[in-house]
């Protein structure tokens, strides 16, 4: 569903002409070498003195001297679970996750934050050198015991879309101290997933949608003292009225199961992703990180 009315594209147009600079903090250290120092970077460094970090909110600290520019688009990269389940290419092994994390790496790619994605596509600000975002989806129990350190030793800013009801639950799923100790990190940007995964759309009520979204943020604020402004549709599933739903709930991004990259302009409650499973080879990573249309699988 494309909602993308005319009124926002001209917003978008009109606040990307002024190059605003990314207001995201950061305190995480970036792995890629750059050249040039900018004001951006530079502003970024004065962010990361600010000692009111706020829970469940990655930040990072990137070199000074990485250039930042306005891309013609980003890849929002979208894993699930992390293991080794035969005959799932949903689910990534942990060498495969590695070696793409090491390509990020070792070809200047810069994870970037909600925040970051946010002000890049409603207000055309900057970003560090050929940027990525990095999302994981449902809250799986390895993404404390895999990602969670594997983003750490990479220094990557990463998003976990989290399906609130589910934690706690005894199939592979964390606990809320598991979650309460990454907040606190300030490694990982913890977001909405509904509370229990549902098809949002099929929902027979508004009310039903709105308990969905809303008791959802509501749990991250409880439990792990979260503001939350960004949300995943479970399936990629949505229409109108929950896209109401979320601007009343304060949501302010929302990401899809839709394929490609994002651009400025792109209406933020309709973010297209990119899809990475354990059938995408390195070569189909890399094109993914770079194409719009890209190869399918």
Excluded at 151 to 170: A, H, N, Q, R, S
Excluded at 184 to 196: E, K, P, R
Aim: net charge negative.
């Amino acid at each position: 569903m494309k909602l993308l009315p005319n009124s926002w594209k001209k917003a978008a147009a009109a606040a990307a002409a002024v190059m605003l600079l990314s207001s995201s903090a950061f305190v995480l250290s970036g792995c890629a070498p750059g050249q040039a120092k900018s004001a951006a970077s530079s502003s970024v460094s004065a962010a990361a003195a600010d000692s009111q970090m706020k829970p469940g909110v990655a930040y990072v600290k990137r070199d000074p001297s990485v250039p930042y520019s306005v891309p013609e688009g980003v890849s929002v990269l979208m894993y699930h679970m992390i293991g080794d389940i035969q005959n799932n290419a949903a689910v990534m092994t942990e060498a495969n996750l590695r070696l793409q994390m090491n390509y990020l790496r070792d070809h200047g790619y810069h994870p970037i934050t909600m925040q970051e994605l946010y002000d890049y596509i409603t207000k055309g600000a900057p970003l560090p050198e050929k940027p990525v975002c990095i999302t994981f989806d449902d809250g799986y129990l390895d993404s404390y015991t895999i990602v969670y350190p594997l983003m750490k030793e990479y220094g990557f800013p990463w998003t976990l879309f989290l399906i609130t009801d589910d934690v706690g639950k005894p199939y592979n799923r964390m606990t809320w101290d598991q979650l309460k100790e990454m907040a606190d990190s300030h490694t990982v940007t913890i977001a909405n997933h509904t509370l229990s995964h549902p098809k949002l759309h099929n929902l027979a009520t508004a009310k039903e949608k709105e308990k969905e979204i809303v008791e959802a943020n509501e749990a991250l604020k409880y439990h792990l003292g979260i503001d939350n402004a960004w949300l995943a549709y479970p399936y990629g599933d949505y229409d109108d009225q929950v896209v109401e739903i979320c601007k009343k709930a304060g949501i302010k991004m929302a990401v899809t199961t839709d394929s490609g990259r994002v651009h400025v302009g792109s209406y933020p409650y309709e973010l297209k992703r990119v899809y990475v499973g354990n059938d995408i080879s390195l070569a189909r990573f890399s094109e993914r990180l770079n194409k719009d249309n890209y190869t399918p699988v």
